[in-house]
């Protein structure tokens, strides 16, 4: 009766080992993932290691590949400009939820999370950084839609916002994000600090769909050679 939680947490671990190498780009698109070769890699046996697996090919991470292995999923255009649209969709209606419901532990968490990002993208930081501001990055986009009300539409968000990631991180390969991120993040936060919601969601957009822009330039480039 004991087994089934260590399982369950055996099941996690795997799938956020695994999902972190594909999100980071050290296991590339078209990538061969072997059962066994996992095996020896986590150390733990192959039923949580499927479970993990399915979880990842159910957010579009993995694909099946013959009887006992699986491919990291290929990068399609096709397959961004959906993400785009439907990041965009949902993390507007989100987001405006958000500001709508939340309340001053909200506000507070908003502060948090962003003075942590702008410290560190105020300051000069070595490549082999990228992880931190990558971290305090996708809290501060999550704290923004922590009030809105609904565990199903955040779960939505976090699964695009991880997909979407994933192609920015394989394609974009820079040590910094750009002033317009930075003016971009400031903007998003006085908006939303505000409660003015409309501005909020339309620097939301702007943010991502020029983001979303530079990720199809790169593509279209690799395409090109």
């Known amino acids: 009766m004991q087994e089934a ?4 947490t055996r099941t996690t671990d795997v799938a956020q080992a695994l999902r972190l190498e594909i999100l980071t780009g050290r296991r590339l698109p078209g990538e061969r993932v072997q059962l066994e070769g996992l095996k020896q890699d986590y150390g733990v046996s192959l039923s949580p290691i499927r479970e993990g697996l399915s979880r990842l090919v159910a957010e579009g991470l993995l694909i099946p590949s013959g009887q006992r292995g ?10 961004f400009l959906d993400i785009k649209t439907q990041r965009i969709d949902l ?3 989100a987001l405006r939820e958000s500001i709508r419901l939340g309340g001053e532990d909200w ?6 999370a962003f003075q942590r990002l702008k410290n560190f993208e105020t300051k000069r930081w070595q490549a082999d950084e990228i992880s931190s501001w990558e971290e305090r ?3 501060f986009h ?8 609904s565990p199903i539409l955040m779960r939505f968000c976090e699964l695009l916002h991880g997909m979407s990631d994933r192609y920015r991180r394989v394609l974009m390969k820079t040590s910094e994000p750009d002033r317009d991120v930075t003016q971009e993040h400031q903007a998003l936060f006085d908006a939303a600090l505000a409660r003015n919601a ?3 969601s339309e620097v939301l957009r702007t943010h991502i769909e020029r983001t979303g822009n530079a990720v199809l ?7 090109s050679i």
């Open 70 to 79: 699986y491919r990291v999923a290929p990068l399609s255009m096709e397959e």
């Open 91 to 93: 993390e507007q209606k």
């Open 142 to 149: 999550r704290t923004l839609i922590s009030a809105c009300g």
């Open 5 to 8: 939680p260590a399982i369950t």
């Open 217 to 223: 330039r790169m593509m279209r480039e690799r395409e």
């Open 198 to 200: 409309e501005l909020a």
């Open 107 to 112: 506000e507070i968490a908003l502060m948090t």
């Open 137 to 139: 990055h996708h809290v």
